[in-house]
Structures are given as structure tokens and as C-alpha cells.
């Protein structure tokens, strides 16, 4: 098994990368985004850009929340509301809302005071999907990667707003473990899911995939774990996990 690289590194590539060699497993960097031609390597980490162009080449599969996947939670889960369609249908909010793409960045996630603000169609296809949410203010911010059903590792990455990595809490773990008992049947067996607290109450932010999360404080050797299940060989995609597999979306333009 080989671990491929972008050619620029953040922290999390690298801790991988360095637990991935301590296991006894190749890495290779590119220089570029071109695969070069006999280069053989089972698993990725990197951004949602370079794994679209070179895990087909490489046969490398992508696991991913759907993209509606935070909508169709129940609000005991999120603690709001949460629409997913559409940005055309986003562009008549008259209202503050927090707006983001599912499963990238092609849309900034940010607040935008309303739809006139959002990136308009001369900038993206009006298909282009976008998540719209409730304004919540989070007070703690919790990364956890779940492996298999259950929280495999995890860190604080936020408090009141500003980065502020730390421990999982026993908390944010026990409600990670309570929203796959309810819901684990909705998300890929390797994925990362952050939660935090709002008004003394637990919620789901968002879900990442695994392949392209920053790892802040969680534990490098079992954050590699559900990294390589979360980007590894097609012909080796476990039944349960083959609706889960990324379908890149619209492209903005260029």
C-alpha cells in the first residue's frame, strides 16, 4: 500500500504522512497534479481539487457524506434548520444565513447577510448545490473521525470562534457514539464529522471527507486509519459503502 500526496503539504499531510512511514507504508509526493505514467499507489490525502483529477487515474475510491446529508438530519441532531438545493433557489434569502457547498469549497462558506451576496450565476452554474443554515454560534468545535461505527479519534479544534486545538472531550466523543446509533447507517464507514456546542447543547457542523481533513490534535496512527479506508482501492469498496462514493459536482467557471 502506497499513501499519495499533493505537492504542497499542510501540518495534517505531514503528521500522515510521518505515521504512515512509522507503519512501514510507502508515500510519494507529486510535484504537480499529473500522475506520472507506471506510478502505482492505493490511498490519498489531499484536497477535494487534486483527488478529483488523480485518484481515477489511479483507480482510488472516495468516500463521502452525501451531499444532502446534513439537511436530512433530524434537529435533534443539528439544532437548526438546514436546507440543501440548488444555489438559484438561494439567491431570493432575505435573511442572514450561513451558505457552504457540501463536499468542497467551491462556494465559501461563510455568512452572507442575504442571497444577492451569494456568488451569482455569471460566477457559478445555477445548479451549483449549496447547504443554507440557521446563524448558530458554536462555543466548543469538535473534529471526530468514525471508523466502523464508532469515534475512532478526535480533537478540539475551535472555542468561541478562534482556533484552539485540545483533547477530545468525553462529551463531544459520547455524542459522536449517540449520533451513530442513530444515524450510522447514513454515513460511509470512514468519515469525519465535526461537532460542537451551541447554547449548552451538542449539535452536527458539518461532515468532511476523510482524505481531506485537517487532523489538528487527534491521534496521527488512528486519524491514518479511517484515512486509508476513506480513499483506497475501488475493486476493495465494501458493499455498504458504494452509495457513499464522491461524484465530483459542477465546476465553477472558469
Same mark, same amino acid.
Given at each position: #500500500?502506497?499513501?499519495?500526496?499533493?505537492?504542497?503539504?499542510?501540518?495534517?499531510?505531514?503528521?500522515?504522512?510521518?505515521?504512515?512511514?512509522?507503519?512501514?507504508?510507502? %508515500?510519494?509526493? $507529486?510535484?504537480?497534479?499529473?500522475?506520472?505514467?507506471?506510478?502505482?499507489?492505493?490511498?490519498?490525502?489531499? =484536497?477535494?481539487?487534486?483527488? +478529483?483529477?488523480?485518484?481515477?487515474?489511479?483507480?482510488?475510491?472516495?468516500?463521502?457524506?452525501?451531499?444532502?446529508?446534513?439537511?436530512?438530519?433530524?434537529?435533534?441532531? %443539528?439544532?437548526?434548520?438546514?436546507?440543501?438545493?440548488?444555489?438559484?433557489?438561494?439567491?431570493?434569502?432575505?435573511?442572514?444565513?450561513?451558505? !457552504?457547498?457540501?463536499?468542497?469549497?467551491?462556494?465559501? &462558506?461563510?455568512?452572507?447577510?442575504?442571497?444577492?451576496?451569494?456568488?451569482?450565476?455569471?460566477?457559478?452554474?445555477?445548479? %451549483?448545490?449549496?447547504?443554507?443554515?440557521?446563524?448558530?454560534?458554536?462555543?466548543?468545535?469538535?473534529?471526530?473521525?468514525?471508523?466502523?461505527?464508532?469515534?475512532?479519534? =478526535?480533537?478540539?479544534?475551535?472555542?468561541?470562534?478562534? *482556533? /484552539?486545538?485540545?483533547?477530545?472531550? !468525553?462529551? &463531544?466523543? @459520547?455524542?459522536?457514539?449517540?449520533?451513530?446509533?442513530?444515524?450510522?447507517? %447514513?454515513?460511509? /464507514?470512514?468519515?469525519?464529522? +465535526?461537532?460542537?456546542?451551541? /447554547?449548552? /447543547?451538542?449539535?452536527?457542523?458539518?461532515?468532511?471527507? @476523510?482524505? &481531506?481533513? =485537517? #487532523?489538528? $490534535?487527534?491521534?496521527?496512527?488512528?486519524?491514518?486509519?479511517?484515512?486509508?479506508?476513506? @480513499?483506497?482501492? &475501488?475493486? @476493495?469498496?465494501?458493499?455498504?459503502?458504494?452509495?457513499? *462514493?464522491?461524484?465530483?459536482?459542477?465546476?465553477?467557471?472558469?
Amino acid at each position: #500500500m502506497t499513501l499519495l500526496l499533493p505537492p504542497r503539504l499542510t501540518a495534517s499531510a505531514r503528521a500522515l504522512r510521518d505515521a504512515a512511514r512509522r507503519r512501514g507504508l510507502p %508515500t510519494v509526493q $507529486l510535484p504537480t497534479f499529473a500522475v506520472p505514467a507506471g506510478l502505482r499507489a492505493e490511498h490519498l490525502h489531499a =484536497g477535494p481539487g487534486f483527488a +478529483d483529477l488523480v485518484a481515477p487515474v489511479l483507480d482510488i475510491a472516495l468516500l463521502e457524506a452525501p451531499q444532502d446529508w446534513l439537511a436530512r438530519l433530524p434537529r435533534e441532531y %443539528t439544532g437548526r434548520e438546514i436546507t440543501f438545493g440548488p444555489i438559484h433557489e438561494a439567491y431570493s434569502l432575505r435573511r442572514p444565513a450561513f451558505v !457552504k457547498s457540501p463536499n468542497d469549497k467551491g462556494i465559501p &462558506a461563510r455568512i452572507y447577510t442575504d442571497g444577492s451576496r451569494l456568488p451569482g450565476p455569471d460566477a457559478v452554474d445555477p445548479s %451549483t448545490p449549496v447547504l443554507v443554515s440557521d446563524l448558530v454560534e458554536f462555543t466548543t468545535e469538535y473534529r471526530l473521525y468514525l471508523l466502523n461505527g464508532s469515534v475512532h479519534t =478526535g480533537s478540539r479544534y475551535a472555542e468561541q470562534g478562534r *482556533l /484552539s486545538p485540545g483533547p477530545l472531550s !468525553k462529551e &463531544a466523543a @459520547a455524542f459522536g457514539a449517540g449520533l451513530l446509533d442513530g444515524c450510522s447507517g %447514513t454515513l460511509p /464507514s470512514a468519515i469525519v464529522v +465535526d461537532v460542537g456546542t451551541a /447554547s449548552g /447543547s451538542w449539535s452536527v457542523i458539518e461532515a468532511n471527507a @476523510a482524505w &481531506a481533513s =485537517g #487532523m489538528y $490534535l487527534a491521534d496521527p496512527q488512528r486519524a491514518l486509519d479511517v484515512v486509508l479506508q476513506a @480513499a483506497g482501492p &475501488a475493486e @476493495a469498496v465494501a458493499p455498504r459503502d458504494r452509495r457513499f *462514493l464522491r461524484v465530483p459536482g459542477p465546476l465553477a467557471k472558469g
